[in-house]
């Protein structure tokens, strides 16, 4: 765990470097030491120096002065109209290079088609412009919110779901596609009926409850699996929720919503079916977490 911490240290400390410290060289130019931004654009005017990198998450960069650096951009685009001494990277967007645009080191773009976790994309005047989409972050924060507190409400239930999907992994499958198909028919029949009709709400919360219950289970599972080391539960479902998003942000041929639709969904719901919660048949009391 300890290069974990390590990581999210050296994490910390690069985004708290100064951002934007301006020093003004003479009345014609300006050089910084460095732009970081997050859901914005960044504009390097005509007669601007940067002497050092300039990395954007989320937004486009548009150089039209002159770089004496790298120019990176995550989820957004890039437009050289100027001199970047560096490379030139995008990861999940484009890059555009105008007449006067001049770049002395590597153009690499990277997933440029790639919808990445968290980011909006809009087409205006056949324009990309990509966004923090913050609707989804405040879904996907919800959505472990919930897992937190449904594991921390049966922690042993999650446990023995998790331990026993690696042989009910089918079994759960069918039972989650048996249920999604006898969804919509029961929700058709209450509809036909009035007391029914009161009764939707109370049915859609239920699906939605035994979907929380198995989601929790099928994301310790997945953290546990891809960290493949001794870490609590709370942060093993905190790394499969991740996961989760990162499949739902492939957008090749609509695969990453099959995927959800087809496989995480179904099998969530047929977890939780099919083990009765954790309770299908007698489980020895487990103590501690360490199933693999």
């Known amino acids: 765990m300890k290069r974990y911490y390590k990581f999210i240290l050296s ?36 007669g601007q120096i940067e002497s050092t990198d300039v990395i954007g998450f989320g937004g486009d960069i548009y150089i039209n002065g002159i770089v004496h650096g790298n120019v990176k951009s995550i989820g957004g ?17 484009k890059i555009t290079t105008g007449p006067k645009g001049k770049v002395n080191g590597k153009i690499k773009e990277k997933f440029k088609n790639m919808n990445l976790p968290f980011l909006r994309k809009n087409s205006i005047y056949n324009m990309t412009d990509y966004k923090f989409h913050y609707s989804r972050i405040a879904s996907v924060i919800l959505l472990g919110i919930l897992c937190i507190v449904v594991y921390n409400l049966i922690p042993y239930n999650e446990l023995k779901m998790a331990s026993s999907l690696d042989k009910s992994l089918g079994k759960s499958l ?13 929700i058709m029949t209450l509809i036909f009926s009035i007391v029914g009709i009161i009764l939707i709400p109370v049915v859609l919360l239920i699906i939605m409850g035994i979907f929380i219950i198995g989601f929790t289970a099928l994301c310790l599972f997945l953290g546990k699996r891809l960290l493949k080391s001794r870490v609590s539960p709370i942060v093993s479902i905190l790394i499969g929720i991740i996961f989760y998003e990162l499949i739902r942000s ?22 939780a079916i099919k083990t009765k919660f954790g309770s299908l048949r007698p489980w020895r009391r487990i103590d501690n977490d360490n199933w693999n």
């Open 77 to 93: 685009n890039v437009y050289i109209n100027g001199n970047v001494d560096g490379d030139v990277v995008s990861f999940g967007g």
């Open 11 to 46: 994490l910390i400390i690069f985004l708290i470097i100064p951002i934007c410290n301006v020093k003004a060289s003479s009345p014609n130019y300006v050089v910084t030491e460095g732009i970081i931004k997050f859901g914005e654009n960044i504009y390097i005017q005509p």
């Open 174 to 186: 069918l039972y989650g596609y048996i249920f999604m198909i006898l969804t919509p028919v029961i």
């Open 250 to 271: 492939i957008v090749f041929i609509g695969l990453g919503k099959l995927i959800v639709s087809l496989f995480i969904v179904p099998l969530s719901i047929g977890l």
